[in-house]
């Protein structure tokens, strides 16, 4: 159970509920031992009343009313704390599940991108899920019926030796071959419970994926492969858990077994010391009731070990990434973004998944209020460069610099509060339009997100929706076109009004008119702002007051427009090239 050690911190937290529940346990258990005990003294009395020749059954009746009015109000008082118990101890338990669920999803938010590229989602979705959901169950029943047995063992076991030392030796002489059992079947049941959550995280990535490339799978008419590939996972799924099962079926029949064996003990041995007078008739009949009370408790046995089997191989998998520290870390400085000057100074950077090296010793100045172009064919580096402003990588060698402060000693909410960033491929959520733009500013009103709208020149389109704003989009926006996608994602970060805005070819999916209009509105929403835009295009880049030419991640070019077309070199023959492009 070393893996579950790690949530030994949330018993100490709901310790007072825990002891609780364990007293309440204590209680209810103490008050089930009425019935046996009244039953023995109803036999016994029975018993002498027969033996004595007495005609007058008021005596023996009276006692035998007294006895069954006890068994009733003994049997309502346990059920009672029985209830507490649960309500106390399984409460507890979703407490823990809430609490764990939010420490992984934390943990999940800073992780860097590059857990996220090793990563499928369909895998940490389940682990967050079904992982814990098993853990649940250690914190729950696992817990409860485990407390709910020791305290029964201690209790029944503890008056048994009292009343017949001997026989409550032979009744408890198959629990060894009881221990030696559960030890065995709980390991094979710890391997194939690893073997069967792996397996469910493969079908849930898988089912996520093909789910998220519906488009694809159609439009390449794969859809029967992709069935066969579901199939194949699925029939793994499920040959993993019809091993488990085949492990865990041994569990009830061998404590039946056993169980059953003790009452031939009791019975045997327990009816020869009758016979001989060491015991009551009363005795023997108690040790049958006691024995077939320790028979759930003992059956339970095996499902708790299934359980907290079960639960460790989950905390296994959920520890390997809570073990994980984010590459990205916060910084120690109070400081805060004013100006917004950013400065780039022999900046390099290596991809840690891939070992390709972006970007190669980049130095540059963009001063507040200025507005940066950033070009240059496919993979050179222009994405790579945003990112890093953003700290969703730190730079290999070198240092950026925003107002004379090293970007990683800011706090990271201080840093990324100040940027508005619209990724080359822009994410929306599947809740409304409105939702979607109020994202970048969550008090923003409607009047605000409408004009945010007609900046990014998407206020039309959206008007012509049935719904309106209040249209909901569907996973990943897939009910928009990809401009309408772009245009919102650009509303989106304009509405958060930050310091510093980067936008990352977020214009390729427009038509010119409607790019000029939104270059327009840009220019004029980022007088005070310090901006970057990377694109293809040189319409989008033309009119920044510094543009940079990269490639291979090396600055080849930089000047402004009209000092870049004076020179020949990769600009001047990418703009000739796309004014070709125009006239044809």
């Excluded at 070393?2 to 937290?13: A, D, F, P, S």
């Excluded at 780039?344 to 390709?356: A, H, Q, R």
């Excluded at 509105?521 to 033309?542: D, G, P, Y």
Aim: with cysteine; hydrophobic share 45%.
């Amino acid at each position: 159970m070393k893996e579950l050690q790690y949530l030994n911190k949330y018993l100490y937290t709901y310790r007072g509920k825990l002891l609780l529940g364990i007293l309440i346990t204590i209680i209810a258990r103490i008050f089930s031992l009425f019935t046996p005990r009244l039953v023995g003294n109803s036999m016994t009395a029975i018993e002498q009343y027969i033996s004595s020749g007495q005609s007058n059954t008021d005596e023996i009746q009276a006692v035998l009313l007294t006895n069954i009015a006890l068994i009733v109000a003994a049997s309502f008082i346990s059920g009672f704390f029985t209830f507490l118990m649960r309500q106390t101890i399984i409460n507890v338990s979703r407490y823990i599940e809430f609490d764990l669920k939010n420490e992984i999803y934390q943990h999940y938010q800073l992780l860097c991108s590059t857990f996220y590229k090793k990563n499928r989602t369909g895998d940490l979705m389940s682990r967050i899920s079904e992982d814990v959901s098993k853990v649940r169950m250690y914190f729950g029943p696992a817990i409860m019926y485990s407390i709910n047995t020791i305290a029964l063992f201690i209790i029944v076991i503890s008056y048994m030796v009292n009343i017949a030392p001997s026989l409550t030796f032979y009744t408890l002489l198959p629990l060894p071959i009881l221990s030696l059992t559960i030890y065995k079947l709980s390991r094979a049941i710890n391997i194939r419970s690893t073997k069967v959550q792996e397996t469910l995280a493969k079908l849930s990535s898988f089912s996520q994926e093909a789910f998220s490339g519906i488009a694809i799978i159609k439009s390449y008419n794969i859809a029967p492969r992709i069935e066969q590939n579901f199939a194949d996972l699925s029939e793994e799924s499920k040959n993993q858990n019809v091993a488990l099962a085949k492990i865990q079926a041994w569990f009830f029949p061998l404590m039946i077994l056993l169980i059953g064996f003790s009452n031939l003990l009791v019975i045997y041995v327990g009816g020869k010391q009758y016979i001989a007078g060491i015991i009551e008739i009363g005795v023997l009949a108690e040790f049958i009731i006691y024995v077939n009370m320790l028979t759930w408790p003992v059956a339970t046995v095996g499902w708790v070990t299934s359980i907290v089997q079960q639960a460790e191989a989950s905390q296994k998998r959920i520890n390997a990434f809570l073990g994980q520290e984010p590459s990205i870390m916060d910084g120690a400085s109070s400081a805060n973004i004013k100006e917004a000057k950013i400065v780039f100074d022999n900046v390099s950077f290596t991809y840690p998944d891939t070992g390709i090296k972006a970007l190669k010793e980049i130095s540059f100045t963009i001063n507040p209020g200025e507005t940066l172009g950033i070009i240059g064919k496919t993979g050179a580096g222009k994405t790579t460069l945003l990112e890093l402003i953003a700290r969703l990588y730190d730079p290999s060698s070198g240092k950026i610099f925003i107002d004379r402060e090293d970007i990683r000693n800011y706090p990271l909410k201080e840093l990324r509060d100040a940027m508005g960033y619209v990724p080359q491929n822009p994410f929306l959520f599947s809740e409304s339009i409105e939702e979607n733009i109020r994202f970048g500013n969550a008090d923003a009103s409607m009047k605000v997100i409408e004009q945010a709208a007609t900046e990014a020149a998407v206020a039309e389109n959206i008007a012509q929706f049935t719904h309106g704003y209040q249209t909901l989009l569907g996973e990943r926006g897939v009910t928009l076109s990809g401009g309408q996608i772009q245009r919102i994602s650009i509303a989106r970060a304009l509405i958060k009004d930050p310091k510093v805005l980067l936008f990352d070819d977020c214009l390729s999916a427009v038509d010119a008119d409607t790019e000029e209009q939104i270059l327009s509105s840009l220019n004029r929403v980022s007088e005070h702002k310090t901006s970057c835009i990377v694109s293809h295009r040189i319409s989008s880049v033309k009119q920044a007051d510094k543009i940079i030419v990269l490639e291979e991640g090396r600055i080849i070019q930089q000047g402004t427009h009209d000092e870049l077309v004076k020179l020949d070199g990769h600009y001047l023959k990418l703009v000739q090239k796309q004014q070709e492009q125009t006239v044809e």
